[in-house]
């Protein structure tokens, strides 16, 4: 008796955006939904340290696909509109008046932390609340 199966093929879905086909891995590990947990704001001397934020899971940052960016954080200079990662530890904010800060973050697990801006060292942990889905169409 002969018999034909066909193999299965596994089939995969890849996100783009309509601007740009280059999806990197250090912009698929920030898309999603981060939520501010702790800052740090040193004084000079070397003894700033990581406190907790009051209002846990109220500021947050969401890196969509298409490089947007939404927030109740970074409200300054009309607001951050915009993020473009440079490498696997650069990023640069744009605003709405076109400023643009580069900034340094480090993903461990589900923790985001965003360094720099400041004379003195300073940072804002977020921790993944939720990821972003492509929309398949």
Known sequence: ?????????????????????IITAEKLTLVGKWTLVETLADPGDG???????????????????????????YTGLGGLTHYKVMNDSSINFIYANGTIFSLFYKINGSSLAIMGGCYENCGSRFIRKTPQYCNLY
Do not use: A
Not at 56 to 72: A, R
């Open 47 to 73: 003894s700033g340290q990581w406190t907790p934020v009051n209002k846990p899971d109220y500021y947050f940052l969401q890196f969509n696909m298409d490089n947007s960016i939404e927030t109740n954080t």
């Open 1 to 21: 008796m002969l018999r034909i199966t066909t193999p299965l093929l596994p089939i995969f879905f890849i996100c783009c955006n309509k601007t740009s086909n």
